[in-house]
């Protein structure tokens, strides 16, 4: 396990990141990818989107250009600071203090679960997924973007001891292993390095999920989340 998967450390991370997050993060993470990644989603205004780790409302704010509200989540109160500005507290993004293991709201609550920038930081990256499965309704879309695994032993383990870096053999079996159909993968990168993420798309299925297969707590709706 890298140094940032664990939660206390990768939020006094972001503690002091935050501050200069918003002129650091389009060096790897560039509005093209997240317009990309966005136009691998079906989405309709009117779609119930959550945006799990969702930092200072970059993918946020690109995911409003097609749908009307988003609600946010991120563990990190610093990044979120940095969010409100933005947005407002009423406004169309609605976000919230919370830990993408245990999401507050009910299960099948949302059309479309988006997540970038998070997974590489999740302890149990399979247990996450399966959160994120059970908030989204059946037949809705699951995305995720993260960082792909760099080429050479040596950055592998540089990147690896840090935080988690996966293939898109190692996304199939993460999402298989959630639960998730109609798994698909994208590279992204700027053009200085075009593989650098891998968005994978998938779909939650039609039948039920299993009873107890879900985690975390369930006490609050989309439309009721607006502390």
């Known amino acids: 396990m890298g140094v940032l998967e664990d939660k206390a450390r990768a939020r006094l991370f972001y503690k002091y990141l935050s501050r200069v997050y918003d002129r650091v993060n389009p060096v790897v993470w560039t509005e093209a990818m997240r317009d990309e990644a966005v136009a691998m989603l079906d989405l309709a205004a009117d779609d119930r989107v959550l945006d799990v780790g969702c930092g200072t409302g970059f993918a946020t704010e690109g995911l409003l250009e097609a749908v009307e509200t988003v609600y946010g989540i991120d563990q990190s109160p610093h990044q979120l600071a940095q969010a409100y500005p933005k947005f407002g507290k009423r406004g169309p993004a609605r976000f919230h203090l919370g830990d993408a293991e245990r999401l507050p709201f009910e299960d099948d609550a949302f059309d479309v679960v988006w997540s970038s920038g998070s997974i590489e930081y ?106």
């Open 122 to 227: 999740w302890p149990d990256p399979v247990a996450t997924l399966r959160e994120l499965r059970r908030v989204a309704r059946p037949g809705g879309q699951v995305l995720v973007v993260g960082p792909n695994e760099p080429t050479g032993r040596v950055r592998r383990a540089l990147a690896n001891a840090m935080m988690l870096f996966y293939t898109e053999a190692e996304a199939e079996r993460m999402f298989a292993a959630a639960g998730f159909a109609d798994v698909r993968h994208r590279l992204l990168g700027p053009d200085y390095a075009p593989t650098i993420a891998i968005a994978t798309l998938a779909r939650v299925p039609e039948e039920p999920v299993p009873a107890g297969d879900a985690a975390g707590e369930t006490d609050a709706t989309p439309a009721g989340a607006d502390d």
